[in-house]
């Protein structure tokens, strides 16, 4: 069967026979990514929007680590980060901030970076925005966040923060992330040996 009609399938089937068109789906994807001519995976990213709504819907199957994972292997459209952020918005998750975070640097915006920084208080997000952030330092351009960030890496000590900071230096906020690092440290106290 050809991409278009694996497409076709996953998103009009139901029930059992959706579940398995995801999975054949999800497989093409993945081996068009690898060995296969990848320009047919224009017909996956040309529908992709109509897919985005299973990843906030409850399923017996793994249909949303299917979306997800075709997501990880395509460019995601406008219109699909804008049903992101919109999901986002009413219920945030773990894969709406994975996701956010995969946006080409095109069609990064402040508010999608708002949304992500937002979730690093949260204990059940805090991981994965932390991820996400990593993912996009070098694009991140919000005073806020760099705050945000520089308080995670003198409050918490804990090391991805600073990786963070460090790869911020190469991006809008590059002066700002060099004063921040010289804070965190200076907070620091060193380790007696």
Known sequence: MDIVSEVEQAISLRGKAQ????????????????EGDQSL????????????HLLAEEHESNISGCVISICRRVSL??????KLVAMHRLQPSINTVELLSRVDQALWTDEIETLIEQRLGDKQL????????????????????????????RDSGDEIFDIILEAMLHGPLMSQAKQA?????KHRKPVNK
């Open 19 to 34: 579940q398995q068109a995801f999975y054949e789906l999800c497989g093409s994807v993945k081996y068009l990514e690898c």
């Open 41 to 52: 995976l224009l017909a996956v990213e040309e529908r992709l929007h109509e897919m985005i």
């Open 77 to 82: 459209s406008q219109l699909v980060v804008d």
């Open 126 to 153: 805090s991981f994965t925005a932390v991820q996400s952030l990593l993912c996009q330092a070098s694009t991140l351009q919000r005073p806020e966040t760099l705050a945000a960030i520089e308080r995670g890496a």
């Open 181 to 185: 690092i010289k804070r965190v440290k």
